[in-house]
């Protein structure tokens, strides 16, 4: 399963991205039942989960992020969001988005392509 992930760019600290991540056509009629989350990956660094977000709205998100990244998902768009505000630094990497499923925690199953986020300081 292809996931499509948009919205990265350049940014200086203190702003904010949205980034978006659409379901593959031959999962549309299923979208609604995945949980689904954010990942990512700076140079030199293992991939992290950042946010995650159940098949009933239930999200959870990486301490790092609390207070500024919010996950949401809108199943009328097959799209999962991830809201960025308060960017710092250190939270330039490429973004993934996954499809997954909580058992309890949550763990990613199909990947889609990344999109990269640089935030100057």
């Known amino acids: 399963v292809q996931l499509q992930a948009s919205g990265g760019g350049l940014v200086q600290a203190g702003g904010s991205l949205r980034l978006s991540c659409v379901a593959p056509?031959?999962?549309?009629?299923?979208?609604?039942?995945?949980?689904m989350g954010w990942h990512r990956q700076a140079p030199g660094k293992q991939r992290e989960l950042v946010a995650s977000i159940s098949s009933g709205g239930r999200t959870n998100s990486a301490d790092s992020v609390k207070g500024r990244f919010t996950i949401s998902r809108d199943n009328s768009r097959k799209t999962v969001y991830l809201q960025m505000n308060g960017l710092k630094p250190e939270d330039t990497a490429v973004y993934y988005c996954s499809r997954g499923y909580f058992g309890p925690d949550y763990s990613p199953l199909d990947w889609g392509q990344g999109t990269l986020v640089t935030v100057s300081s």
């Open positions: 056509r031959k999962i549309f009629s299923t979208f609604r039942s995945y949980d």
